[in-house]
């Protein structure tokens, strides 16, 4: 598995995978992305950790509709993130103030 954080009010846009984009019609399916249930606090903003299958090499990130219209400084911004390893995710979780969300009865 690989690792990333990502803001809120931020979104996945596009996958890449070894071959390029990711081709649902070649995978058959969309790409395994889960937002965990922990994220860290950095200058006041949460940055929420989302774990990916390991043949992801890299996602786009962009602003939320709503977090683009709340924020001109979003407008249009669009971020490639690399991936992480497992290890370094647990060494900026356990450098960084962290806030784990409350699990409900049903999970």
């Known amino acids: 598995m690989k690792y990333f954080f990502l803001s809120d009010g931020w979104m996945v846009g596009r996958v890449w995978e070894f071959g390029g984009l990711w081709n ?38 962009k602003p939320t509709p709503d977090a683009a219209s709340d924020s001109a400084k979003n407008i249009g911004q669009v971020v490639l993130k690399r991936l992480i390893t497992a290890e370094q995710a647990l060494e900026r979780l356990a450098t960084a103030q962290t806030w784990s969300s409350p699990l409900s009865m049903d999970e």
Request: net charge negative; aromatic share 8%.
């Open 24 to 61: 649902i019609h070649s995978w058959r399916r969309e790409p395994e992305i889960q937002q965990m249930n922990l994220c860290i606090l950095e200058q006041g903003e949460k940055l929420w950790l989302y774990r990916v299958e390991e043949a992801v090499l890299m996602v786009e990130v």
